[in-house]
């Protein structure tokens, strides 16, 4: 199993089980929990058990060699057992476990899974058992731990919100799982991988596994768009909607379109309760709720997933192209539109060149596409400021970059009126010695942005690391 990027975490857990804490690791399908998980119980020689597969209480006692058959006695056993052996237990998807013999007796006709839950607690606390777990399922924990009251309150020492990588690992990921399959990517190729797959590795791993032996750029965006229509990422997303209420499926597929307000998603779903089905789509992990003021924005957390629905038919929505969604939803620039819209008070950023930047709250973010150009992003701030944003995502910046950055400053200023307060230009990997040479030569107020001060952004507004 390839495994990069998750030291900090690693090593968090690892500390905390030798001191017999509890850990809970919680994040979406796909970021990473089991690999981690994995590597807590290899270095620690723990019991690790794969609730998920765990369909009965015999199932639990043929992982550890015992002969259980009710539910009640497979939990009070198992850490007994655990206890004997005097090893870490960690329990990967263990709120299926909770669900599951929340429906055996005696817990059915007791609370189910929350009964099993207030179970699973005390065992924790009178074996004194260090207790590592993760779950997919966040609506079901939500329900479990989000009052003072509810059975898993408070029993987690150390909690972990696993977030998808940053490019940069993400592109070193996708090289390393085509050499383990033999398979020959260059570089713009991984980085379409990368960013595709919103650096989540339970989807890069699929999308290289069909990849052919010598994938061009060309051939990876071919099989991306096919692996939407009819593989592997329509058959997990399509999984995921029968999962939700329609109101929850309506809604998500309205967000995927840019219907990011309450007040817009309120006009389009006439007859659903909103406020209930945006709170369920959060407690799911979903939906992120973004509010500055009295201005509320919601936000779907998977980009891929995200991207997906925006290709997908739905009734009075119309469909977009693969190469459309990119800009929209899952590339760089529509990432950096997203960390702007984030910034709900003052931020002040030193550019690459050492020219810092104040950043007001912002009030609004868009693309603008029409008559005039195209603009990758234009910020509405509170006081009144206008910055301008050009996306690049590919190697060292050129020059002609800033040229373009200059023409959509123009347009910017003819759209809204005012005068740009800043003309901000982000590549990811960085700029070329022309491109810095024509910044300081140019009569606006431009700032240079590499990963170093886009990561420093997401960290002061609390979007992931990118």
Same mark, same amino acid.
């Given at each position: 199993?390839?495994?990069?990027?998750?030291?900090?975490?690693?090593?968090?857990?690892?500390?905390?089980?030798?001191?017999?804490?509890?850990?809970?690791?919680?994040?979406?399908?796909?970021?990473?929990?089991?690999?981690?998980?994995?590597?807590?119980?290899?270095?620690?020689?723990?019991?690790?058990?794969?609730?998920?597969?765990?369909?009965?209480?015999?199932?639990?006692?043929?992982?550890?060699?015992?002969?259980?058959?009710?539910?009640?006695?497979?939990?009070?056993?198992?850490?007994?057992?655990?206890?004997?052996?005097?090893?870490?237990?960690?329990?990967?998807?263990?709120?299926?476990?909770?669900?599951?013999?929340?429906?055996?007796?005696?817990?059915?006709?007791?609370?189910?899974?929350?009964?099993?839950?207030?179970?699973?607690?005390?065992?924790?606390?009178?074996?004194?058992?260090?207790?590592?777990?993760?779950?997919?399922?966040?609506?079901?924990?939500?329900?479990?731990?989000?009052?003072?009251?509810?059975?898993?309150?408070?029993?987690?020492?150390?909690?972990?919100?696993?977030?998808?990588?940053?490019?940069?690992? $993400?592109?070193?990921?996708?090289?390393?799982?085509?050499?383990?399959?033999?398979?020959?990517?260059?570089?713009?190729?991984?980085?379409?991988?990368?960013?595709?797959?919103?650096?989540?590795?339970?989807?890069?791993?699929?999308?290289?596994?069909?990849?052919?032996?010598?994938?061009?750029?060309?051939? $990876?965006?071919?099989?991306?768009?096919?692996?939407?229509?009819?593989?592997?990422?329509?058959?997990?997303?399509?999984?995921?909607?029968?999962?939700?209420?329609?109101? @929850?499926?309506?809604?998500?597929?309205?967000?995927?379109?840019?219907?990011?307000?309450?007040?817009?998603? @309120?006009?389009?779903?006439?007859?659903?309760?909103?406020?209930?089905?945006?709170?369920?789509?959060?407690?799911?992990?979903?939906?992120?709720?973004?509010?500055?003021?009295?201005?509320?924005?919601?936000?779907?957390?998977?980009?891929?997933?995200?991207?997906?629905?925006?290709?997908?038919?739905?009734?009075?929505?119309?469909?977009?192209?693969?190469?459309?969604?990119?800009?929209?939803?899952?590339?760089?620039?529509?990432?950096?539109?997203?960390?702007?819209?984030?910034?709900?008070?003052?931020?002040?950023?030193?550019?690459?060149?050492?020219?810092?930047?104040?950043?007001?709250?912002?009030?609004?973010?868009?693309?603008?596409?029409?008559?005039?150009?195209?603009?990758?992003?234009?910020?509405?701030?509170?006081?009144?400021?206008?910055?301008?944003?050009?996306?690049?995502?590919?190697?060292?910046?050129?020059?002609?970059?800033?040229?373009?950055?200059?023409?959509?400053?123009?347009?910017?200023?003819?759209?809204?009126?005012?005068?740009?307060?800043?003309?901000?230009?982000?590549?990811?990997?960085?700029?070329?010695?022309?491109?810095?040479?024509?910044?300081?030569?140019?009569?606006?107020?431009?700032?240079?942005?590499?990963?170093?001060?886009?990561?420093?952004?997401?960290?002061?507004?609390?979007?992931?690391?990118?």
């Amino acid at each position: 199993m390839v495994f990069l990027d998750r030291e900090y975490e690693l090593e968090i857990i690892e500390r905390g089980l030798r001191t017999k804490s509890r850990a809970l690791v919680k994040g979406l399908r796909g970021v990473g929990k089991t690999a981690l998980l994995k590597e807590v119980s290899s270095r620690l020689r723990a019991i690790y058990i794969d609730c998920s597969m765990i369909l009965r209480p015999r199932h639990l006692g043929y992982v550890l060699k015992e002969n259980w058959s009710e539910s009640y006695e497979a939990l009070e056993g198992l850490f007994k057992k655990v206890a004997d052996l005097g090893k870490p237990l960690v329990l990967d998807e263990f709120t299926d476990l909770l669900e599951r013999f929340g429906k055996l007796k005696p817990y059915r006709g007791m609370g189910g899974a929350s009964a099993v839950a207030s179970h699973f607690r005390g065992l924790v606390e009178a074996y004194e058992v260090p207790v590592a777990v993760a779950t997919t399922s966040l609506k079901t924990l939500y329900e479990l731990t989000e009052r003072y009251s509810k059975p898993l309150a408070r029993l987690f020492d150390i909690v972990i919100t696993l977030k998808p990588l940053d490019y940069e690992t $993400a592109i070193k990921l996708a090289y390393l799982l085509a050499e383990e399959k033999g398979i020959e990517i260059d570089w713009e190729t991984a980085m379409f991988l990368a960013e595709v797959s919103a650096g989540t590795p339970g989807y890069l791993r699929p999308l290289v596994s069909v990849l052919p032996a010598k994938a061009t750029l060309e051939e $990876a965006k071919r099989i991306v768009e096919r692996e939407f229509r009819e593989g592997y990422f329509n058959a997990l997303f399509e999984s995921l909607l029968r999962e939700l209420s329609l109101s @929850e499926v309506e809604v998500l597929y309205l967000i995927s379109r840019g219907y990011r307000s309450f007040s817009d998603l @309120e006009k389009r779903t006439p007859g659903i309760n909103l406020v209930e089905t945006l709170k369920s789509l959060e407690n799911r992990g979903l939906v992120e709720r973004i509010k500055y003021k009295r201005r509320v924005a919601y936000f779907i957390v998977d980009k891929t997933l995200e991207a997906w629905l925006a290709t997908r038919e739905f009734p009075g929505l119309s469909t977009m192209s693969f190469d459309r969604v990119r800009v929209s939803s899952i590339g760089f620039e529509a990432l950096v539109r997203e960390i702007f819209a984030r910034v709900t008070f003052k931020v002040t950023i030193t550019d690459h060149l050492g020219k810092k930047l104040t950043i007001p709250p912002v009030t609004r973010v868009y693309r603008y596409e029409g008559a005039l150009g195209e603009v990758d992003a234009i910020v509405e701030t509170a006081e009144n400021k206008v910055i301008v944003v050009e996306a690049y995502f590919g190697a060292l910046c050129p020059p002609q970059k800033i040229y373009q950055l200059e023409r959509n400053t123009a347009i910017a200023e003819k759209i809204t009126g005012k005068t740009v307060y800043a003309s901000v230009l982000m590549s990811y990997f960085g700029f070329q010695p022309e491109t810095l040479k024509r910044a300081e030569k140019s009569s606006l107020r431009i700032y240079l942005f590499t990963k170093k001060q886009i990561r420093e952004l997401c960290e002061k507004t609390g979007y992931r690391k990118i």
